[in-house]
C-alpha cells in the first residue's frame, strides 16, 4: 500500500470513528489529517486535500484550536496561517475526555440537581416515587462518572495504565 493511501484510509477512517463517538465527521478528519501530517497544514492545503470549503474548513480547525487538539503556527515569509495537529495521543485523549466531560456530562449533573430539587405534587404517589428513584440512580451514577472523569483529566500516563490494569488483572 503507498503511504498516500494509508494515509487517506487513516484520515477517512478516523472521521467515521469520530461521527460514531458525537464528534462533526468533517472536524475528526481535519484531525486525522493534521495528526498524520509531517508539517503544519494551511487552510487551503486542508480545503484541497479534503475536498471541503473554506467556511467548513476554518470552522473545524477553530473548534479542533477550541479542543486544545489543533494549534496555529507561523511560517516566516508567509502571511498564511498555519496548523498542527497534537501528535501525544495521551494529551489528546485527556482533551477530549475534558471536552466530553464539560460538554455532555456536566449539564447532565446540573439538569438532575434542578430535577432532585423539585417537589413534585401533582400525581400518582408511587408513579412520583419511581421517579425521584430513577432520578436519583442516575445522579448517584453521573457523579461517579464525574468523579471518574476528572480524575482521568488530572492523570498522568503511568497513573492511568496502572489503574486500567488492574481492572483487567485481578
Not at 463517538?21 to 493534521?34: V, Y
Not at 508539517?39 to 480545503?47: D, F
Not at 474548513?57 to 477550541?66: E, F, G, P
Not at 434542578?114 to 408513579?127: A, M, V
Request: hydrophobic residues 40%; contains cysteine; charged residues 30%.
Amino acid at each position: 500500500m503507498k503511504l498516500t493511501d494509508a494515509k487517506f484510509k487513516f484520515i477517512t477512517s478516523w472521521g467515521v470513528f469520530g461521527s460514531q463517538w458525537g464528534i462533526n465527521k468533517t472536524m475528526a478528519q481535519i484531525h486525522g489529517l493534521l495528526l498524520v501530517a509531517e508539517q503544519p497544514l494551511s487552510t487551503e492545503e486542508v480545503m484541497e486535500t479534503l475536498q471541503i470549503s473554506r467556511g467548513n474548513a476554518n470552522m473545524n480547525i477553530r473548534s479542533l484550536i477550541d479542543w486544545g487538539l489543533v494549534y496555529k503556527e507561523s511560517k516566516i515569509g508567509e502571511r498564511k496561517e498555519f496548523f498542527r495537529g497534537e501528535k501525544d495521543i495521551w494529551v489528546v485523549s485527556k482533551r477530549v475526555v475534558k471536552m466530553r466531560h464539560e460538554k455532555e456530562l456536566l449539564p447532565l449533573l446540573r439538569l438532575l440537581e434542578e430535577l432532585n430539587c423539585q417537589e413534585i405534587t401533582d400525581g400518582d404517589p408511587k408513579s412520583i416515587t419511581i421517579y425521584k428513584e430513577t432520578i436519583q440512580d442516575i445522579s448517584k451514577f453521573a457523579k461517579q462518572a464525574d468523579t471518574m472523569l476528572t480524575r482521568v483529566e488530572n492523570a498522568n500516563e503511568n497513573w492511568f495504565w496502572k489503574k486500567l490494569m488492574k481492572l483487567f488483572i485481578r
